[in-house]
C-alpha cells in the first residue's frame, strides 16, 4: 500500500481529460511561462475596472443618486435605510461600506466553489462574466443593489481562481514569487489607472459613461482571458488520478502552515492600513509638511505610497534575480521574512519618532523612512504570500487558500480601524507601539509558517 493512502491498495482509477493549455503571446516577452502575460493583462483590466468604480461610487451616491431619486424608487435602498435608520451621505456610506464588506467575505465562498466544483478556469469565466453584467446593470438606476452584488459575487469567484492558476504555472518557489511580484505590479499600475480614467469620464462626462467605462474594461478583462486561455492547437488528451488521496492528505498537512502565513501577513499588514487612517492625522499633527521649503497637502503622502510601491515592486525583481545567482534558489517563505523585517523597521521608525516628538514639528524624513521600509516590506511578503498559498502543494485548496489571504486582510483591516478609532485617546508612543507589537508578531508567526513549511517538505519526501 502506498503510504499515505488510506484505501484498498488498488491504484486509482483514472479520467481522461483535455488540457486547457494557454496561447503564447509572442508579443510580450516576459521569460515567464505561457499564461503569465493573459494572467496579468486579464487582472489588469478587471482591477481598473473595479478601482475606477470605487474612485466614483461615493460620488455617484451622495452627489446624484440619492439626490434625485427617492430611496423607495431603488431596490432594496429603502429596506437599507429602515433597517439602520439612515439617510443620506450616511446611508451613501453604509451601501458602500456594505459593498466592500461583502467583497471581502465572500472569496472565502468563492475559493470553495472553485476547489470544489468549477476548476480556476471556468471560475475565472463565470465570475468575470458576472462582474461584467453588474458593471453593465449600474447604468439602471434602480438596480443599484443588485449591481453591486454580481460585482461582488463575481469578484468572489474571480479573485482566488486566477492568483491560484498565477501560481499553477510555475514548478519554482523562486520563479512563481517573481511571477506574483510582477503580477502584483500589473495590480499597482491599474490601481493608479482606473482612478484617473473612470474617475474622470465620470466626473466630467457624467456617471454613467464612467460606469460604461468600467464594464468596458471588465469585457476587455473577458475577451484577454477567452483568447488566450485555450489554443486548440496544443490541445491534447492526458491521464489525471480520478482520485489523489496522497495529494488530500499532504494538502491537509500544509494547513497549519498556511493559516499562521494568513495571520502573519494580516497582522504585518495592520501598519499599512493606518496609511489611509490615522497615520494622515498622525502626520498633520505632528510633522512639518514642507517639501523644498514649500507646504504639501498631507494627501501626497498616500501618492508617495502608491509611488514607493510600484518603484520597490520593479526594482524587487532583478534584486532577488543577482542574490539567487550567488547563493541559489530563496522560498517563497524566506522572502515574506526577510520583508517582515522592514516593516517591522518602519514602525520603529514611526514609534522613534513618536518618544522624540513633544517640541516642535518633526521632519517628514520619519514619514519617507516608514513609508519606503514599508512599501519595501510589503513588496516583498504579499506577492510571497500568494506565491506560497498559490503552490502546487495546495492542489487541493489553493484558491480556497488565497481567498483566505484576502480575508485575513479583511480582518486586519477592522483591527486597525478598531486602533485608529483610539488614536487620540492613547498616548502616541502607545498608539505606534501596539501597532510594532503587531508587525513582530506578524514576522514571528512568519517564522512559524516557514518551520511548519520545513516539515511539510520532509514528510512530502518520506512519502515519495
Request: hydrophobic letters at 55%; glycine letters at 10%.
Amino acid at each position: 500500500m502506498v503510504r499515505g493512502y488510506a484505501g484498498s491498495g488498488t491504484k486509482p482509477k483514472k479520467r481522461v481529460t483535455a488540457a486547457l493549455p494557454f496561447r503564447r503571446i509572442r508579443s510580450l516577452r516576459t521569460g515567464q511561462p505561457d499564461g503569465f502575460a493573459t494572467i496579468c493583462l486579464t487582472k489588469f483590466w478587471e482591477r481598473v475596472a473595479y478601482y475606477g468604480l470605487q474612485a466614483i461610487l461615493i460620488l455617484y451616491l451622495t452627489e446624484y443618486l440619492l439626490v434625485t431619486r427617492a430611496a423607495d424608487e431603488i431596490w432594496l435602498v429603502a429596506s437599507i435605510s429602515t433597517l439602520f435608520e439612515v439617510k443620506g451621505q450616511a446611508l451613501a456610506s453604509s451601501i458602500t461600506g456594505g459593498f466592500l464588506t461583502l467583497i471581502s467575505i465572500i472569496p472565502i465562498v468563492g475559493g470553495v466553489i472553485t476547489d470544489r466544483v468549477l476548476g480556476p478556469a471556468r471560475a475565472i469565466l463565470v465570475g468575470g462574466s458576472i462582474m461584467a453584467l453588474g458593471h453593465l446593470a449600474m447604468a439602471y438606476e434602480p438596480a443599484l443593489i443588485l449591481a453591486l452584488t454580481c460585482i461582488a459575487l463575481g469578484i468572489g469567484l474571480f479573485r482566488g481562481a486566477i492568483a491560484s492558476q498565477l501560481g499553477s504555472l510555475y514548478d519554482t518557489d523562486s520563479r512563481r514569487v517573481e511571477g506574483f511580484q510582477l503580477y502584483f505590479l500589473a495590480v499597482n499600475l491599474a490601481g493608479l489607472a482606473g482612478p484617473f480614467v473612470v474617475g474622470t469620464i465620470g466626473e466630467e462626462a457624467g456617471w454613467h459613461w464612467g460606469f460604461a467605462t468600467s464594464a468596458f474594461a471588465m469585457l476587455v478583462a473577458l475577451s484577454i482571458y477567452a483568447f488566450g486561455h485555450f489554443d486548440p492547437a496544443k490541445a491534447r488528451k492526458v491521464e489525471v488520478p480520478a482520485y489523489a488521496p496522497s495529494s488530500t492528505l499532504l494538502s491537509a498537512r500544509k494547513w497549519p502552515s498556511n493559516i499562521l502565513l494568513i495571520a502573519g501577513v494580516g497582522l504585518l499588514a495592520i501598519p499599512n492600513f493606518q496609511l489611509f487612517n490615522a497615520y494622515l492625522l498622525c502626520v498633520k499633527k505632528d510633522f512639518a509638511l514642507m517639501l523644498f521649503g514649500q507646504p504639501i497637502p498631507v494627501s501626497w503622502l498616500v501618492g508617495m505610497d502608491a509611488a514607493l510601491s510600484l518603484c520597490v515592486l520593479v526594482a524587487s525583481v532583478p534584486a532577488w534575480r543577482a542574490l539567487e545567482r550567488h547563493i541559489g534558489p530563496v522560498s517563497s517563505l524566506t522572502r515574506a521574512s526577510f520583508g517582515a523585517l522592514f516593516v517591522c523597521a518602519g514602525t520603529c521608525m514611526l514609534l522613534a519618532a513618536a518618544l522624540m516628538g513633544g517640541g516642535g514639528k518633526l521632519t517628514l524624513l520619519w514619514c519617507v523612512a516608514f513609508q519606503f521600509l514599508n512599501a519595501a516590506g510589503l513588496a516583498q511578503i504579499l506577492p510571497a504570500a500568494l506565491a506560497e498559498l498559490g503552490s502546487k502543494d495546495n492542489v487541493k485548496g489553493s484558491a480556497t487558500s488565497i481567498s483566505g489571504y484576502f480575508l485575513g486582510l479583511f480582518f486586519a483591516g477592522l483591527l486597525s480601524t478598531v486602533l485608529a478609532a483610539r488614536f487620540e485617546a492613547l498616548p502616541i508612543t502607545t498608539f505606534w507601539s501596539l501597532h510594532l507589537g503587531c508587525a513582530v508578531a506578524g514576522a514571528a508567526m512568519l517564522l512559524l509558517a516557514k518551520k511548519a513549511a520545513d516539515h511539510f517538505v520532509r514528510a512530502q519526501g518520506q512519502m515519495g
